[in-house]
């Protein structure tokens, strides 16, 4: 029997997928959570196999999560399932340790036996987010201009981004120049949502 656990900040999203694993012989669903930052209790509490994670979820997103079970070094292998089919998000989350990366409207019988895989110690990832990722080469940003790009998604000033990252506005203007010129945008914000767009934040 196969231990999974599940953590997806959607109540309905979350219950669909355990009920449609449950169905399965061969995998259990042990335990649910809401949030990124419940996972690695979670973990040491009911000892999932594998982990079925979402990105996107309060506390700590999908891929902090995976540097935090890294950490951890508890025994369980994760398995990405998002909404959120970007390249950008299945380079980070591969690189961070994900076994499996899988959309959400993946059929249940593909879902159940991705599970199977990422437990034998395969990698499984969705065949259409791979080839655009290898289409679309690795994220050209650096880590600092992820975070000023971060910064100016909501249209935010300069002075306002120095002062949050604790950098000179020079210094900030410098990130968004070259972000801007990597992404091939005229604007700090549309940078920003072209970055976003494609998992690069």
């Not at 599940?6 to 649910?32: M, P, T």
């Not at 079970?69 to 970007?86: D, I, K, W, Y």
Request: charged share 25%.
């Amino acid at each position: 029997m196969i231990r999974v656990l599940l953590a997806d900040d959607q109540a309905l999203v979350r219950g669909a997928l355990a009920a449609l694993l449950d169905l399965e012989r061969d995998i259990q669903v042990v335990a649910q959570v809401g949030r990124g930052d419940e996972v690695v209790e979670a973990v040491r509490s009911s000892h999932p196999q594998v982990c079925l994670l979402d990105i996107e979820m309060p506390g700590l997103d999908g891929i902090a999560v995976l540097g935090a079970l890294a950490e951890s070094g508890l025994p369980t292998r994760a398995l990405m399932v998002t909404t959120f089919g970007r390249p950008g998000y299945l380079r980070r989350a591969m690189d961070a340790g994900a076994r499996g990366f899988v959309v959400k409207d993946t059929p249940a019988p593909e879902l159940a036996e991705a599970v199977r895989r990422v437990h034998a110690g395969v990698r499984v990832v969705d065949p259409t987010l791979a080839t655009e990722s290898l289409i679309g080469g690795p994220n050209p940003l650096t880590e600092r201009e992820r975070e000023v790009l971060r910064q100016a998604l909501d249209g935010a000033p300069v002075q306002t981004i120095a002062s949050r990252l604790f950098l000179s506005p020079g210094t900030v203007r410098n990130y968004l120049s070259s972000a801007i010129g990597k992404t091939g945008s005229t604007t700090r914000v549309e940078a920003a949502k072209f970055a976003e767009d494609r998992g690069w934040l």
